[in-house]
C-alpha cells in the first residue's frame, strides 16, 4: 500500500513535472495567465495522461522496438483528440480558452516522457496511479503558478477581485509567467530539499 501512495505522492514533490522534471514549459508559461486557466489546462493534461499510461502499459509488450515511440504518440493523439471533442461539446468556454494548446497536449513532453519511462515497463495499475500523481502535480503547478500571476497581473483569485486597480500588467504577459516561475522553482525545491 505505502509503495502505491508513492507513485501518487512522487508526483507532487520528488518528480514534479514542472519544478523538478522542468517538462511541460510550453503550458505552463502560455496557459497561466489565471488561476482558472491553470487548473483548466492540467485537468486536461491529467486525463490524456492517466488514459494514455494505462493503455500504452497494456500495448508495451506487443508493440514491436521500432515503431513504439508513434505507437504511443497516436495513443496520446487519440486521447487528446477524444478530449478536444469532448469539450468542444461539454465545455465549449473552457476549449475557447485553452484553445491551440489542447491538440499540444499530443506533444507535451509529460505526457510522453511518463509513457517511455514508466507506462512501458510497469504494471496496469501501476501505469494508472503514476499518471494520477504525475497529472496533480502538473495541475497543482499551473494553478499555484496562476494564482499567483493572476494575483499580481490583476487583483483577483480565480476571476474574484480583491484588489482594487489594475494591477501589474506584466505579470499576465510573458515576462512575468518567466519570473513567477522561476521565483516558485526556486522556493519549491528550497523547500523540497528540507
Not at 62 to 90: C, E, G, R, S, W
Request: proline content about 4%; some cysteine; aromatic content about 8%.
Amino acid at each position: 500500500m505505502a509503495n502505491k501512495l508513492s507513485l501518487i505522492t512522487k508526483g507532487l514533490v520528488k518528480e514534479n513535472p514542472t519544478f523538478v522534471l522542468v517538462l511541460g514549459m510550453c503550458p505552463t508559461l502560455a496557459t497561466t495567465t489565471s488561476a482558472v486557466n491553470g487548473l483548466e489546462m492540467g485537468l486536461a493534461t491529467m486525463f490524456v495522461l492517466i488514459l494514455s499510461n494505462i493503455v500504452i502499459s497494456l500495448i508495451a509488450p506487443v508493440v514491436p522496438d521500432k515503431v513504439h515511440i508513434p505507437a504511443y504518440i497516436v495513443v496520446i493523439a487519440t486521447f487528446v483528440t477524444l478530449l478536444q471533442l469532448l469539450m468542444q461539446a461539454f465545455t465549449p468556454d473552457v476549449y475557447a480558452t485553452l484553445g491551440l494548446f489542447i491538440p499540444l497536449i499530443v506533444v507535451n513532453c509529460i505526457v510522453l516522457g511518463r509513457a517511455e519511462a514508466f507506462a512501458s515497463k510497469n504494471s496496469v495499475g501501476d501505469s494508472a496511479l503514476d499518471g494520477i500523481g504525475i497529472g496533480i502535480g502538473f495541475t497543482l503547478t499551473l494553478t499555484v503558478i496562476g494564482i499567483v500571476r493572476e494575483i499580481l497581473g490583476s487583483g483577483s483569485i480565480f476571476g474574484w477581485k480583491f484588489i482594487a486597480g489594475d494591477g501589474i500588467l506584466a505579470f499576465v504577459m510573458a515576462p512575468g509567467a518567466f519570473l513567477v516561475l522561476g521565483y516558485l522553482m526556486v522556493l519549491f525545491n528550497k523547500l523540497a530539499k528540507k
